[in-house]
């Protein structure tokens, strides 16, 4: 069964609702959206948040001994929002920071380490989430879900982990720096991948 079959048939929504994704127009504004109405339950964590939904982990004793020889990111559902090149920074951003975070897990004839992403949000922007006053960046979120799958050598999905992540706006840098929006779609991207060796690994 592939990653996005699996998906497709198992995936659980954390509500009904599905967060907002970024405008993607080239000029950088960004709309504000509607954020699912599960989040305020999130789990914190250094900052950051996560929500996992009915999650097939590894069998007892195969994370301990796990070896990874291929790590994949997939945001073609991200694309398909017409994301353009935030799904491709994305996809970058995460894949390198995988790679990080599992360097020493990386070996020939491994499970594959598959990423699928299915949703990014940014606030409206660092500093003031439709507010005046810069105190209020602490009271705004940047959100990434996606699934992530560790797959047998012949394709078989051995565990899954549903993650969506919260994330202070403010992680990224002040609102004035240059480049903004990209500061903060890296660290959301660092930030899962993170989230997802400490879910593999336990």
């Known amino acids: ?23 993607g127009r080239p000029d950088g504004v960004r709309s504000r959206r509607a954020i699912v109405a599960g989040l305020a339950a999130l789990a914190v964590l250094g900052g950051a948040g996560c929500v996992s939904a009915r999650n097939t982990p590894l069998p007892a004793g195969l994370a301990s001994s796990l070896v990874i020889s291929s790590i994949r990111v997939d945001v073609s ?11 491709d920074l994305i996809q970058q951003a995460t894949a390198d920071q995988l790679r990080r975070e599992f360097a020493g897990r990386m070996a020939s004839g491994g499970a594959q380490l598959s990423v699928v992403m299915q949703g990014v949000t940014l606030e409206s922007y660092v500093g003031g989430g439709g507010s005046d006053f ?9 959100y990434l879900e996606g699934d992530a799958f ?13 993650i969506l992540l919260a994330l202070p706006s403010s992680t990224a840098g002040a609102w004035y720096l240059p480049n903004i929006d990209e500061r ?13 060796k400490r879910d593999v690994l336990g």
């Open 77 to 87: 559902q991200l694309r398909a929002k017409g994301l353009g090149p935030w799904s």
């Open 1 to 23: 069964m592939s990653p996005s079959a699996d998906l497709a048939e198992t995936g659980e929504p954390v509500s009904d609702s599905a967060p907002g994704e970024l405008a």
């Open 150 to 162: 560790v797959l047998s050598r012949r394709g078989e999905v051995l565990a899954k982990y549903h």
């Open 134 to 142: 810069p105190g209020d960046a602490e009271n705004t979120n940047d």
């Open 184 to 196: 903060r779609i890296v660290s959301l991207s660092q930030n899962f991948a993170r989230w997802v």
